[in-house]
């Protein structure tokens, strides 16, 4: 009885201050649809992003099958380091590389007005979103028996293994690469306004914040909506399983890819991707930001700790939430073998663009519940709305890990379902959990699309203030900025990391 | 003859080979007997180039495949068959293309013509269009084999091929395996722990611990072995 108490109110508050904001926006957009006019080149905006973000997909999903690849495949020195480093900008929030790759186009003599283009907005989405494809592919990769491989190496070379046997086995995941990438890159905000690139979600932004049609903003938002929610749906039966949000993906490496010539491939492609993704950017970006000198640094490092102690907060807060939501629906998926619609409205909420996810719940908390309206309460429960499907994945691919036989030796020993919870299956998967919150916390402190909307007024978040302050900034105070941004992500990252090693060995003692 | 010299080879710090020296004979059924652990399947994947030794020499006939950390022939050269313990059949081709892949000839009709004549050959020209998924144990182990012999190697290895099949099965599959040994003139090395398969279809048998040969001859050589291990192996 307790644990149904337990669900439904996990349901019902996620339906009522999540998914009901969505459904808000909808209705209100449907009833404004006379006063709205359409105009074409709208569209053609639309069409204009359709086109930069599948080209951005189409080319982070071909990078990221090759890292994944080497990575997990290939016999190569360093690939955990590799892995580590390739993962950042997944980290930082997108228009700190904006800022990265500005800085490297204007050292090595490229016209910035390429950057400054549908082109430029390519190639940095590129560099963004294919850790996303490495994570997507490897875990497919990875998923390849070795003997697989290995029947096909007895009579064919490395080339056609690829292309005719792994390529083929992963297809499913590809397009899964494709999709996520496509969502991501098409309804992000940062990068395009700071490019000054003109795409589809910042003309909505526009018509929102600055010109205040908010009619017009909803109406066409719905079109970004149903795209960035119609391809995970389609391809519902792949992110159902998404195996690629799991805890430690295991490498797979096959002995005989451990030639000379495809590790000398394999390590100059992803050094060359770091170099170029990375380290020069970032050596650029110090040079720059420490050109004020150490006091201009203590100063900014001043200013923008208040911020960053919010977003702290905040960031946590949301992971909180996301635990205990995406714990409650994995638990149910796991044992009680049920595919509901949870799993599915959490795919679909998950889909939905941060600026529109901003909008609609602007016009839910101002319009109904506006005791919510500003407070803590309305940023937590849009992060937990944005990130909890990330949260289940994590979870219920760690529980689905656990001997289904451990609960039914419990139930038959008379525990209770809460004690089995708490004592038995807790403290087996509190690595995952510890993974988990830490992975939707650091995506909570870099999400800038709905926090820029929703954020409580009077208080500063950092990934917005930052935004806001770099846009008009000089070179060296925005690569200040941008590297206290860096600095302040890596804190927290840290902590969790540590907080995770004294986990991990206090399991080992346990388990000793 | 398969010539193996002197080969040291590592699971990261464990040792599973030091300076291992052992020769298999031409057209001969050879049998690795073993319990688990004792370095059975990695030495059919270092014959057939899918590990690579920190040390030492694979000849075939006088070739040298591998010296040390390099292959000298890759996997693909060797015209070796493996048939693995799952079959490793590939999931996304039916059967028919699980066999015709290693075939690199152009008309398709050529390849249909082979494919099926090695089919027919194990009773599954049946199974042709079917998937993996939709094959019996015994079938996926038969369409494995197929594939295994379609570019008429010179060695076939097999890493207990029968391990997951029942009694009956087993011994049809046994007969297959000696009639293709003879039929197509086969060096074949054979792994298994279970005695009785090993002196049912072996020519020879080497018995394996820790890495190193305990005792190896004809089944009735090894029936009558006085090496303890032996003695307490067969046992069980």
Known sequence: MKIKIFYAIIYVS???????PLLYLFGLSFLSADSVSFDTRVFALLGKSILISASAAFFSTLAGVAAAFFIYKVNLPFSGVFKVILLIPLFLPPYVYAVLFEKMILFIGVNPAFMRSGYGLVIIDTFIFMPLSVLVTGS??????????????????????????VLKLIKPSLTASFILVFIFSISEFSVPAFLGVKVFINEIFVMFSAFYEHSAAMLHSLFLVV?????????????????????????MKINAYGGIGLRLIAFLFLSGWLFISFLLPFFLLLRDALHGGIGEFFYTFKTLFPAFLNSFILSASGAVASIIAGFAVAYKTAFYRKKDAFDLMLLIVFAFPSIIF???????????????????????????????????????????????????????????????????????????????????????????????????????VLSVKVFTLS?????????????????????????????????????????K | MINIKNITHYYGKTAVFKDFDTNFKAETLSCLLGSSGSGKTTLLRLIAGLEIPEKGIIRVNDIIFTENTNLKVPPHKRKIGFVFQDAALWPHFTVYKNVAFPLSEKKE???????????????????????????????????????????????????????????????????????????FNLTVIYVTHDHREAFATADEIFVLNNGKIEDSGTPEQIKKSANEYVKYFLEY
């Open chain 1, 14 to 20: 996620f339906a009522v201050f999540i998914v009901l």
């Open chain 1, 140 to 165: 497919a990769v990875s998923g390849i028996k070795p003997e697989i491989e290995e029947s096909a190496l007895l009579f064919t070379g490395i080339k056609n293994t690829f292309f005719k046997i």
């Open chain 1, 227 to 251: 795209l960035s929610v119609a391809l995970p749906v389609a391809d519902k039966k792949y992110f159902s399983d998404a195996p690629f949000f799991s805890f430690g993906i295991r490498k």
């Open chain 1, 358 to 460: 901003g909008i609609a719940f602007i016009k839910f908390y101002g319009n109904i519940f506006s005791y919510f309206f500003s407070g803590i309460f309305m940023i937590t429960a849009a992060f937990a709305g944005k990130f909890t499907f990330i949260a289940f994945k994590i979870i219920l691919n760690s529980i689905k890990q656990i001997p289904y036989s451990l609960r039914e030796a419990a139930k038959l020993s008379g525990i209770s379902e809460m004690s089995y919870i708490f004592k038995i299956l807790m403290p087996q998967i509190i690595m995952p959990l510890t993974f988990a919150f830490m992975t939707v916390f650091i995506l909570n402190f870099s999400e800038s699309g709905a926090v820029m909307m929703i954020y409580p007024p009077g208080t500063d």
């Open chain 1, 471 to 511: 846009t008009n900034a000089s070179q060296s105070t925005r690569s200040l900025l941008i590297l206290l941004q860096i600095l302040f992500t890596a804190m927290p990252v840290l902590f969790f990391y540590f907080l995770f090693l004294k986990i991990k060995s206090k399991i080992y003692i346990v388990n």
């Open chain 2, 109 to 183: 009709k050529n390849i249909k013509t082979k494919v099926y004549e090695i089919l027919d050959f194990f009773g599954i020209a049946d199974c042709g269009n079917k998937y993996p998924h939709q094959l019996s144990g015994g079938q996926k182990q038969l369409a494995a084999v197929a594939r295994s012999i379609i570019l008429k190697p010179d060695i076939l290895l097999m890493d207990e091929p029968l391990s997951n099949l029942d009694v009956k099965l087993k011994k049809k599959i046994s007969e297959y395996i000696l009639k293709i040994k003879n039929e």
